[in-house]
């Protein structure tokens, strides 16, 4: 079956950075979408970032663009998560996703992605 088990959370300070990790196991990762979404508590899970089956193409919620880049190792079936100047506000727990490709850019919509990771805490201090 798919699993997806995500690592690299942890505490940092406003300004700094952390990287996510997310591997992938159960079925071709280079056949899919991957993204990563989070959520705060009492808040809705949100989109962060996207990155297409080949890594060519990337998109990224409006609150990170800029500070996050996401990328792929097809080869070591890991999909990463590059967070800089990280604020108060990113504290949340980060899921990876992984989905089917559709048409066009990956998607940004949680209903597009078919199986989760159990997600990993990330902690911002002021």
């Known amino acids: 079956q798919v699993q997806l088990v995500e690592s690299g959370g942890g505490l940092v300070q406003a300004g700094g950075s952390l990287r996510l990790s997310c591997v992938a196991s159960?079925?071709?990762?280079?056949?899919?979408?991957m993204a990563w979404f989070r959520q705060a508590p009492e808040k809705a899970r949100e989109f962060v970032a996207a990155?297409?089956?080949?890594?060519?193409?990337?998109r990224y919620a409006d609150s990170v663009k800029g500070r996050f880049t996401i990328s792929r190792d097809n080869a070591k079936n890991t999909v990463y998560l590059q967070m800089n100047s990280l604020k108060p506000e990113d504290t949340a727990v980060y899921y990876c996703?992984?989905?089917?490709?559709?048409?066009?850019?990956?998607?940004?919509?949680?209903?597009?992605?078919?199986?989760w990771g159990q997600g990993t805490q990330v902690t911002v201090s002021s």
């Open positions: 996703a992984q989905g089917t490709p559709g048409w066009g850019n990956p998607a940004d919509s949680k209903n597009r992605y078919d199986y």
């Open positions: 159960g079925r071709t990762f280079s056949d899919y979408d």
């Open positions: 990155i297409n089956w080949s890594g060519r193409i990337t």
